[in-house]
């Protein structure tokens, strides 16, 4: 079983190189305000440029309305849309308009949360499940919550999948062990400070993927 990884949140050419020369499979560019992660259009397309076509560029947005998606598209030269708070009919609908793949993440805390998955067959191309963050918080993903990931055994997928939510070096090995993920998908984990990432915490999680 092969593992590759995503590396969220890059705002920055070094960290980004870091990501593509450490094998990650996946970049990650936030398009959400609030987030310390958020691009502008001019950063967002200044990073895509530098993104060699074997490394697919996704695009983190929360309930995105059209003219977001389309911006961020464009900027972003994105082959993969993430999906955060957006219900399943919202993403058909930004599928069916931008024809690019759809990631659609489920916020976990609770067994009972990986129900929502299944609403997203034949709508999104992968799950994400990700960390439910706690209530009241900026954000609904890139902070460093993980899951129990043992509420992942024995659950029927319903289409591919990643896990997120809290990874980093020290514990991917481990989750990858419990959960045979063949995706892994990080961006507190590799950072010194909220949206700091870290060049040499991303090569050190991106060599423990390599190698398990
Ligand atoms: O990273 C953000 O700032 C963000 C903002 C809004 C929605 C989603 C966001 N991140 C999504 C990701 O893909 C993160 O990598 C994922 O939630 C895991 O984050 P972390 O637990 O910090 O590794």
Redesign the pocket.
Known sequence: MMTTA?I??LSTPETLDAAIAGGASHV?F?F?A?????LSRDRAAQLAARVPGHVAR?G???NPDDALVEQAIAAGQLEVL?L??TPPARAAAIKARSGLAIWA?VAVRTRADLALAETFGGVADRI?Y??K?PPGAA????????FDWHLLDGFRHPLPWAL?????PLNVAEAVAVTRATLV???????SAP?IKDATKIRAFLEVVRDL
Do not use: I, Y
């Open positions: 995503k969220c949140g990650g936030v959400f609030p987030s310390p992660r958020n996704v983190v947005m929360v993430q955060h708070d993440a994400l990700d960390a963050t954000l609904p993903g890139g902070m460093g919550v993980r997120s939510g809290g990874l980093d998908d990080v961006s507190s984990g590799v950072e949206g």
